[in-house]
């Protein structure tokens, strides 16, 4: 278990110090992970709202962040280039969220032009029964793509990395909170690039 652990705090450092150069980028986060635990909350009560709160705030917080916000030059403090940073990502990298946001994107139109999916689903009554259903929707996206990365790392890796990473995932919120939280009152000081990657911004 030592290693386990050990591994996971190597990820999380490699993510941290390579994806997260940027104080609206880390703010984001922050807002992300606090929304991601209230959806952890309402798994417990509704699945379908859970799934909602999900995408709808914590997944387009965070990932707005990294699209629009995170420096892409070479990263002078890692010396890392962003190819090879997005080469040697174990998770998600930037080409691999695109499909992943663009499947989210498409589920609710999908459900509206075909509200039965082809027989797979209840055709929807009413516009909070659609809701519902894009909500199960985007629940089953998220559990399958948290699934299908950790046993496509289990062949292209290992077990444990696979294992690493999906624990990781399910923890970012709470270590987010832990590494984020002050990132808001470094933006209103007017930092907009966290000091020590200042040299990355290439």
Known sequence: M????????????DDHRYYHHSRVNQ????????????AYGWL??????????AWLVSMTTRQSGHFFFEPRGYDHV????????EAIKVGYNLQRKVVLMALWAAAPVALLVQPDLLGLVEPHDSWMGYLRQVGVAWLALGVGGLLFRTVHLFFI??????????TKILTDPFHDIKLYHKAPLHLLR???????YHGGRG
């Open 2 to 13: 030592s290693e386990f652990f050990k591994q996971l705090e190597i990820q999380r450092w």
């Open 27 to 38: 703010a984001l986060h922050f807002v992300s992970a606090i929304s991601f635990l209230v």
């Open 44 to 53: 417990f009560v509704d699945p379908a709202i859970a799934a909602l709160i």
């Open 78 to 85: 890692n010396q890392a280039s962003h190819e090879h940073k």
């Open 157 to 166: 890796q290992d077990v444990r990395t696979g294992l690493v990473w999906m």
């Open 190 to 196: 007017g930092e907009w690039i966290d000091p020590a």
